[in-house]
């Protein structure tokens, strides 16, 4: 059974969505019609920019759904989810790709979660540590032992793969115990904040107004969600959850293995980089899991 899934922040690449944008007249429109709805030329960005400005979160967010969603869109018939999921801003990119949110009503969240992520990280310094090599419960015990600092589980990205978000101490604190723990490697990310944490409850609160004044349609197909790793068609669930994302972790593992429970045994990425198809595969190498970042199709 053939699943599409979809990359978040962190994938993107200088030059992502040139060769679409240059070779099929439908990709080339909706950047075009990107940039009008953003107010800035993000193809200009995304195409020949810096890697600082592609960085900035207002840029990156938008550029991996824009280069993640046009994928899908050109891909013609070949595009035939059984189901599909999204990692955190990929689940937005899943939902626009499946129908469940026009590509307009798509971009204009991701660029409204994307700005209001920026200012929750602006009003506390906070960041994310990538620990490797421990049980999933014995990280989340070390976190829970740090009670006067934010410190929480934020990916649960593979086995023996998760990411730790909170405050900028809580999290040093938080590595130094990992390590002691027998963790392999405790690495500071090079974020802006703490996503999915309780730190970005000033964010989840501003998209939940913009995402309860968005009209969702059913998806084609189900959705896996992160913050409960289980399927849905319901707009309203699908809403809530989408709401719930942000302050709560990313339940990739999870995810994964659900879809593998209910039928899924080829794993198509679609967007920029290659890292779901590592960690579906890390999670069980008994699937195919392929990535594609172009694909260009008239069908």
């Known amino acids: 059974m053939k699943v599409y899934v979809y990359p978040g922040q962190g994938s993107q690449f200088m030059g992502m969505g040139k060769q679409m944008?240059?070779?099929?007249?439908?990709?080339?429109?909706?950047?075009?019609?990107?940039?009008?709805i953003l107010g800035f030329r993000?193809?200009?960005?995304?195409?020949?920019?810096?890697?600082?400005?592609?960085?900035?979160?207002?840029v990156t967010q938008p550029a991996v759904?824009?280069?993640?969603?046009?994928?899908?869109?050109?891909?013609?018939?070949?595009?035939?989810?059984?189901?599909?999921?999204?990692?955190?801003?990929?689940?937005?990119?899943?939902?626009a790709a499946s129908g469940a949110l026009s590509f307009e009503d798509?971009?204009?969240?991701?660029?409204q979660r994307a700005y209001a992520m920026q200012k929750a990280c602006e009003m506390q310094p906070s960041t994310m540590a990538a620990i490797i090599g421990l049980a999933d419960e014995i990280v989340e015990t070390v976190c829970r032992q740090i009670t006067d600092d934010i410190v929480v589980c934020a990916n649960y990205n593979c086995p023996g793969?998760?990411?730790i978000s909170g405050t900028e101490t809580g999290i040093d604190r938080a590595c130094a115990m990992l390590t002691e723990a027998g963790a392999k490697r405790a690495l500071k990310l090079k974020v802006s904040g703490a996503f999915h944490s309780p730190l970005m409850e000033p964010a989840r609160n501003e998209l939940a107004d913009a995402i309860a004044a968005t009209s969702f349609n059913t998806p084609i197909c189900p959705i896996y969600q992160n913050v409960t790793a289980l399927p849905s068609t319901d707009t309203k669930i699908i809403k809530d959850n989408?709401?719930?994302?942000?302050?709560?972790?990313?339940?990739?593992?999870?995810?994964?293995?659900?879809?593998?429970?209910?039928?899924?045994?080829?794993?198509?990425?679609?967007?920029?980089?290659?890292?779901?198809?590592?960690?579906?595969?890390?999670?069980?190498n008994s699937v195919t899991a392929e990535s594609y970042q172009e694909k260009i199709t008239t069908d």
């Not at 280069?67 to 899943?94: N, Q, R, Y």
């Not at 798509?106 to 660029?111: A, F, I, P, T, Y």
């Not at 899924?264 to 960690?279: I, M, N, R, S, Y």
């Open 21 to 36: 944008y240059e070779q099929n007249d439908r990709a080339k429109d909706m950047f075009e019609q990107a940039n009008d």
């Open 42 to 58: 993000i193809t200009d960005i995304m195409f020949a920019g810096t890697d600082d400005e592609l960085k900035q979160t207002k």
């Open 65 to 95: 759904f824009l280069h993640s969603v046009i994928l899908s869109k050109i891909w013609g018939k070949m595009f035939t989810p059984a189901m599909m999921a999204g990692h955190s801003l990929g689940e937005f990119s899943a939902l």
């Open 106 to 111: 798509g971009l204009k969240l991701v660029s």
């Open 161 to 163: 793969q998760i990411a």
């Open 242 to 284: 989408l709401i719930a994302q942000l302050t709560a972790p990313v339940k990739w593992t999870q995810t994964v293995r659900n879809m593998i429970s209910d039928g899924a045994d080829h794993f198509v990425e679609l967007g920029p980089g290659k890292v779901l198809q590592g960690l579906i595969l890390k999670t069980d």
